[in-house]
């Protein structure tokens, strides 16, 4: 038996997703027309034997995340519950928090993923990987490439390049240390607890410590338990045999902003593709023009001299105009496009309204909004003389006004 867990993060994460994230828990935002964490659910419920889909987070529930929940499970026939901690515990601290929960039933492993990431999820492959070494005291995580200044923005992975195991492992380095980077989906037995029990016990003792120094007291169980896997964890663990890397060839990236759900966005498309046709719009005679990937939700309501795409999502209750442009957009749940409006690398949000003829464009995030971007100087757009890329977004019930009477 097999369980999968999704870290979703709480509430005083993703700034870098507003306004967006005022409005709806980041987990929730829709990406190629679903939650962003019903990508990873759709993933997890397409392993053998894997039972229940666990959702970690400090959220507080609400009436988003239950309806959320209830038709996920309607969806894919699978029980999906919803943890809260009470703080942020951090990716490892989540995990040690509810174990019991995790572990109730005795699975054999359990999958972790970050809902903050955008993947293939080679699911399947990592645990058929991990199966073939037969150890129920090794773990695994998948790794992708990345250029060298990509790298030091993430978790980087030095590995046998016969054997697979973590050899070392740095979050977030100051210099180069591997183009091999950290996905955030990992593939765990129970035994992970042991290492993470241990460094509670020693979190504990220094607060302990700490405490009798400064004579005063402190909540040493909830500051105990804010546990880091990457830091914690996994540095601790390379190099000892334990720790195996995964190599995806399919696509990754992260979700930190609004401008890498757009990227998303065109790559959960392009799958559709191959996985999902029947997701995206064709053209079809007296319907609009359709270029590249396009979702459109049934009940949208677009006019036929609209050309659409590519890398377009169109939400619940969308109304498009005629002689509308959109392209590489989100139009999120009752946005109206009033005719003759061109849309390019932006987001519409929830109701907002565009006026006739009216122009909302963004600078294109290719070929991946998640490079790190020098810092340009405050009063310029510039860096390096090209145009520093930054998609435009309008929140919930914005009003762009029609530049004509």
């Known amino acids: 038996m097999l369980r999968a867990v999704i ?113 293939e999820f080679p699911l399947e492959e990592m645990l058929a990987f991990h199966r073939q070494r037969g150890s129920s005291d090794s773990f695994l995580m998948l790794g992708t490439t990345a250029n060298r200044k990509q790298s030091l923005n993430y978790g980087c992975i030095v590995a046998n390049a016969d054997t697979h195991e973590v050899l070392h492992y740095v979050e977030k380095p100051s210099t180069f240390v591997s183009e091999l980077i950290n996905c955030g989906i990992y593939l765990f037995t129970p035994t992970i607890f042991h290492h993470i029990g241990e460094v509670f016990q020693r979190n504990q003792q220094d607060l302990l410590l700490y405490s009798y120094l400064r004579e005063e007291s402190t909540n040493g169980w909830q500051r105990a338990e804010a546990i880091r896997l990457e830091q914690d964890i996994f540095t601790a663990l390379a190099g000892q045999g334990r720790l195996f890397a995964y190599k995806t060839e399919g696509f990754w990236s992260q979700i930190k902003s609004a401008g890498s759900a757009i990227y998303a966005n065109r790559l959960y498309l392009s799958c559709y593709s191959q996985c999902h046709p029947e997701r995206l719009t064709q053209n079809q005679p007296g319907g609009p023009s359709i270029r590249g990937n396009v979702y459109i939700h049934p009940t949208a309501s677009v006019d036929p001299s609209a050309v659409l795409g590519p890398n377009v999502s169109i939400g619940k209750g969308v109304t498009i105009g005629a002689g509308v442009r959109v392209r590489e957009s989100i139009i999120l749940h009752g946005a109206s496009l009033q005719d003759h409006t061109c849309v390019l690398n932006s987001i519409v949000g929830w109701d907002s309204t565009v006026g006739r003829w009216a122009r909302v464009e963004g600078t294109p995030s290719d070929p991946n909004p998640n490079d790190p971007y020098a810092k340009i100087d405050s009063e310029t757009l510039f860096r390096d003389g090209r145009l520093t890329p930054s998609i435009t977004i309008l929140g919930k019930f914005c009003i762009l006004l029609s530049p004509f009477p």
């Open 7 to 119: 870290l979703i993060g709480g509430p005083q994460k993703g700034t870098r997703f507003r306004p967006l994230s005022f409005e709806v828990p980041k987990p929730l935002f829709p990406v190629a027309g679903v939650p962003m964490v019903q990508h990873h659910i759709e993933a997890c419920t397409k392993v053998p034997n894997l039972k229940e889909i666990l959702l970690i987070g400090f959220y507080q529930p609400n009436e988003a995340l239950n309806h959320f929940l209830v038709s996920a499970q309607q969806e894919f026939k699978i029980p999906i519950r919803y943890l809260q901690e009470y703080a942020a515990l951090g990716t490892g601290g989540g995990i040690y928090h509810f174990r019991d929960q995790i572990l109730s039933g005795n699975p054999a492993a359990f999958f972790v993923l970050n809902a903050d990431v955008c993947s």
